[in-house]
């Protein structure tokens, strides 16, 4: 296990959890290109974790690098700058990741990070926004951010930011992580893309109809996310969160899960964590106050 880059100094550390879409309708798509959803979000109690420092002079540095991602593009420093500039706050910060998410995996790390970055800092800086303006701030930088503003699993509608708490089981899930980048834009673009299903009540949706509607274009564009499939398949019924990459399946017990997880290939990374109706975040964060 490598050390975590989060060094001693951090007054803040936080996590960053992963979710996962139980379901995803896609319902149409919108003037602006984007798509009309529907989809079931809880929270894992795995994610990445943030270490956040006060900084007088009004910069924020993010210390770690991710291979890919610039440092003024990584979600972590638009999400601070953002709030830097809305609050009019003299502040800055220095932050360090610990990054433990596969990327562009439809498990939400970015997303989670910019949240994470909005309620730290929000607490750091002592600003006081409620919940409400901090979630409007977030969907600024994508469509998944609201929900882990709040922290509640949750259905949701509209591009993802009509949010509906919801109590959900919290079984374990074993998510298995096909080494392969999927595009979230590439896969809304594809023609094939199922765009017309109609709108389900949340009751049914709750009961277990449902699917993943982005699942066949990217089973055809991504082999290693179809050959994982069919392995897990083997062993329970398993399906994509969101656009992918990563699949997954639930078990009552973590004992169960991590069974099925020794007979996975190497080749196939893959990790057990238990479903959330609250985020550790939030957990976190109410220990704080
Ligand atoms: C579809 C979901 C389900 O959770 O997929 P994942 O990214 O988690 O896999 C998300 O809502 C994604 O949210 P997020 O990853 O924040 O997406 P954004 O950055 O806002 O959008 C990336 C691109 O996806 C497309 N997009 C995204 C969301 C949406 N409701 N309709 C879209 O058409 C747009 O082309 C957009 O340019
Ligand atoms: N802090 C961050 N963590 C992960 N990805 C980030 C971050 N900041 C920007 N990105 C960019 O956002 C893309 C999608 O990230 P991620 O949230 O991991 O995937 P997904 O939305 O599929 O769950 C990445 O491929 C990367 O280019």
């Given at each position: 296990m490598t050390a975590s880059p989060i060094p001693a100094s951090a007054?803040?550390?936080?996590?960053?959890?992963?979710?996962?879409?139980?379901?995803?309708?896609?319902?149409?798509?919108?003037?602006?290109?984007?798509?009309?959803?529907q989809t079931l979000f809880q929270f894992l109690d795995h994610g990445d974790e943030l270490g956040f420092a006060l900084r007088d002079d009004g910069e924020i540095r993010l210390h770690t690098a991710i291979d890919g991602v610039p440092h003024d593009g990584n979600l972590i420093v638009r999400a601070a700058r953002q709030l830097q500039r809305q609050s009019g706050c003299r502040l800055g910060a220095d932050i360090w990741l610990d990054k433990r998410l596969p990327m562009g995996g439809g498990i939400g790390g970015g997303s989670s990070d910019a949240a994470t970055t909005l309620l730290g800092l929000n607490h750091l800086w002592r600003l006081g926004w409620d919940e409400d303006r901090l979630a409007a701030l977030g969907l600024g930088l994508g469509a998944d951010?609201?929900?882990?503003?709040?922290?509640r699993a949750a259905f949701a509608e509209g591009v993802g930011e009509k949010l509906q708490p919801v109590e959900l089981a919290e079984p374990w899930f074993l998510v298995a992580v096909p080494q392969v980048l999927v595009s979230t834009a590439e896969v809304f673009n594809d023609p094939e893309l199922t765009r017309d299903t109609p709108a389900s009540t949340v009751r049914s949706l709750l009961e277990g109809g449902g699917r993943n509607d982005c699942q066949p274009v990217v089973e055809k564009r991504y082999p290693e996310v179809r050959n994982a499939l069919i392995l897990l398949n083997?062993?329970?019924?398993?399906?994509?969160?969101?656009?992918?990459?990563?699949?997954?399946?639930?078990?009552?017990?973590?004992?169960?899960?991590?069974k099925v997880a020794r007979q996975l290939p190497a080749t196939l990374p893959s990790f057990v964590a238990q479903g959330r109706n609250i985020s550790m975040l939030h957990r976190r964060l109410k220990e704080l106050a």
């Open positions: 007054e803040l550390i936080l996590p960053a959890p992963a979710k996962l879409n139980l379901m995803l309708h896609i319902l149409g798509r919108r003037d602006d290109g984007y798509h009309e959803l951010v609201p929900v882990f503003v709040r922290g083997k062993f329970v019924s398993a399906r994509l969160t969101g656009t992918g990459a990563c699949v997954f399946g639930s078990f009552p017990t973590r004992g169960d899960a991590d």
